[in-house]
């Protein structure tokens, strides 16, 4: 996963209320666009691999922590 991480990224599971039980996977990255966040994602090696069910890529903005 690190070899292939964009900047400025989060990566984790996504777990239930138990902390253990695995639900889901979450990227928080930074990309100059949406369409390089895409292209980005559909060469992914899970992604390739069909290991996702679903794949959501979003846009969103920062409203705390340090701007840029």
């Known amino acids: 996963v690190e070899e292939n991480a964009p900047p ?3 990566i984790g599971p996504i777990l239930g209320d138990d902390g253990a039980t695995f639900m889901g996977s979450l990227w928080v990255a930074e990309f100059d666009d949406l369409a390089t966040a895409r292209a980005f994602m559909k060469n992914d090696p899970y992604v390739k691999a069909g290991l996702f069910e679903r794949l959501i890529i979003q846009p969103t903005r920062n409203v ?3 701007p840029k």
Do not use: F, W
Request: glycine share 34%.
């Open 8 to 10: 400025g990224v989060h």
């Open 64 to 66: 705390a922590g340090k």
